[in-house]
């Protein structure tokens, strides 16, 4: 099983920075993924990590540490369109080592931008 | 190419009635997904498929039922409507269990009284 834990709202201002943690406990990993979903829309992929470090898309970055169960996603130069939920979740591999591709999701964390 | 689609947009069910959500993806994808969300939650798998005919069950299955006769179609079926069923319900597909990244439909948005 899996457990994901994310900070349920955030805070910011236009033009800033900020870091929207998740741990997770998982008897697999195979890949950690970061989803924004504005209210009352889809989800909608922003980044993948399956290897520890750090990755960056273009004002987005998401980092990585398997040993630490840890991840958290960095968004810069905030702009009013960012205020939106950020998905962290989790694709496992199952006992027999392969995946399905299958995703645990954690609640969201609701992040608010202030002009 | 109109990727994941999903119908209905809304639906309002009485307990009891019974109904069946329907995604379509055109991108030939082998995988699909049924998630229910609800206020202020993650998603949750309902159901999974890793290709036509072949379908397994995800963290809350119960009261649901799905079928894959083709690629493209993953219908999931509500039986007996009940209240705790009052959820939006998103369907996703990905092309192997190694692609990313899962690709989300519109959502149906389905209230049961």
């Known amino acids: 099983g899996q457990n994901i834990d994310q900070p349920t709202e955030m805070t910011a201002t236009e033009g800033a920075i900020v870091q929207i943690n998740c741990t997770y406990q998982?008897?697999?990993?195979?890949?950690l993924f970061w989803y924004q979903q504005h209210a009352g829309e889809a989800p909608t992929f922003l980044s993948y990590n399956v290897l520890d470090g750090l990755e960056e898309k273009g004002r987005f970055s998401s980092f990585l540490s398997r040993s630490k169960g840890y991840s958290y996603l960095l968004l810069k130069e905030l702009q009013m369109k960012d205020s939106a939920s950020y998905l962290c979740?989790?694709?496992?591999?199952?006992?027999?080592?392969?995946?399905?591709?299958?995703?645990?999701f954690g609640q969201g964390t609701i992040l608010t931008v202030h002009p | 190419n109109a990727g994941v689609t999903q119908t209905p947009k809304f639906r309002i069910l009485k307990i009891g009635q019974s109904m069946t959500l329907q995604c379509t993806q055109d991108m030939n994808h082998n995988y699909m997904y049924w998630y229910r969300q609800d206020p202020g939650m993650g998603l949750k798998l309902i159901y999974y498929s890793v290709g036509a005919g072949i379908t397994d069950k995800g963290e809350v299955p119960n009261g649901y039922n799905v079928s894959r006769s083709t690629t493209e179609d993953f219908p999931l079926r509500l039986e007996l409507a009940a209240p705790s069923q009052t959820s939006v319900y998103f369907c996703?597909?990905?092309?192997?269990?190694?692609?990313?990244?899962?690709?989300f439909g519109p959502g149906t948005r389905l209230t049961v009284l």
């Open positions: 998982t008897s697999g990993f195979n890949g």
């Open positions: 996703a597909s990905s092309y192997s269990r190694q692609t990313v990244p899962q690709y």
């Open positions: 979740a989790v694709r496992d591999r199952n006992a027999g080592g392969t995946s399905y591709g299958k995703l645990t």
